[in-house]
């Protein structure tokens, strides 16, 4: 599997950005710019092509480019974000699929859908019930998607849904279960671990926050790629956050 992953450059506002659940630390914009380059370098490794949207020097959280769109398929469903001051990241995501040819639809208000709340994994779609998603949101997903079964899922402590659990190639969730309550949930070594992007066939990528549970899961035989993502992971960030992936 390969494709495009859509990004965008974090800007050097970064360090103003959202946090929630964490205490703020100092971020470091250029090294930010750094492990977001080496980042877009570990996709590209594995067949993934980088597209970028506009840059959005005056939105700090604008890296996060997952919470602005949810693609399922070959279709687009533009999100309406939580907080209020991410909104206007959408516009120029939206410029850039259209650029893409990728046919696009809105959450319009009053719902509400952060991209990190939704974890497609085959034909089941979970969505995080969170401060950011509420239901009005998911039930415009779940009609938006009709050949999907959506799957509310209630947190706890955590600001979106892949924040405490998201899907390994062949399908098994990994997560941490006190912030999620799913069945059979394969437990991480250290809490990033939790964060896992599948990049087709056994091949993930992962931070380097968790290094004992990639060696576990290269026990498992899957393949991981490492990337640092230190300052990302101050604002609550994950390797999920910074790409969205169209697979070709």
Known sequence: MSGIALVRMPGPRIAEGIVTHVRREAVDSELAADQHARYVAALAANGWRAVYAEPADDLPDAPFVEDTVVVAGQLAVLTRPGAPERRPEGESVAAALRELGVKAVRIAAPGTLDGGDVLQVGNTVYVGRSARTNDQGIRQLS???????IVPVRLT?????????????????????AYVDLPDLLVPLEEPGAHVVPLGDDRVLMAASAPQTAAMLEKRGFKVTVVDISEFEKLEGCVTCLSVLISS
């Open 143 to 149: 009609a938006l998607l009709p050949e999907r079964r």
């Open 157 to 177: 402590g955590v600001l979106h849904l892949k924040s405490a659990v998201t899907a390994l190639p062949d399908g098994t969730l990994i997560g941490d279960p």
